[in-house]
């Protein structure tokens, strides 16, 4: 079935009322859970998984054992792996080169030629 078109009502009442571009609908975040219920939502929780698991397995409804099964599925198996593309270049910057840029940095602010060269790295003598 096909939505009808907003009546000119409707588009002026939504338009009154939607948040200004950029603007938070709920600028203060979301309302921390009490303390109380956590530590209750805790002690019940192992009853509940007991539950769960008794009705995987001996429910005589199919949507039940499903949900069921997806339930506990859901918390023991991790979501499938994603692809995901990094670029851009890696820099290895030890101490000497960072003492270096320094120095070239304040030979630019004063004026100064200073003469400063990275040292070798000590963990990489096997590579020169």
Same mark, same amino acid.
Do not use: C, W
């Given at each position: ?9 409707? +588009?002026? /009442? ?11 609908? /709920? ?14 939502? #805790?002690?019940?929780?192992?009853d #509940? %998984?007991?539950? $769960?698991?008794? +009705?995987?397995?001996?429910?005589? /409804? ?10 506990? %599925?859901?918390?023991? %198996? ?5 692809? $995901?593309? $990094? ?14 840029? #320094?120095a ?18 000590p963990? /990489?003598?096997?590579?020169?």
């Amino acid at each position: 079935m096909a939505k009808r078109p907003m009546t000119a009502k409707q +588009l002026a /009442n939504l338009q009154k009322n939607q948040f200004p571009k950029g603007k938070s609908g /709920n600028p203060k975040g979301r309302t921390p859970t009490p303390e109380e219920l956590k530590i209750s939502a #805790a002690e019940m929780s192992p009853d #509940a %998984l007991k539950e $769960v698991q008794r +009705l995987a397995k001996t429910s005589k /409804n199919d949507m039940v054992r499903l949900k069921a099964n997806e339930l506990i %599925l859901s918390y023991n %198996l991790s979501k499938a792996a994603q692809k $995901v593309d $990094v670029s851009g270049e890696i820099h290895h910057n030890h101490t000497s080169d960072l003492i270096a840029k #320094a120095a070239k940095a304040r030979e630019i602010i004063e004026g100064q030629v200073i003469e400063a060269k990275p040292l070798p790295d000590p963990d /990489n003598h096997h590579l020169q």
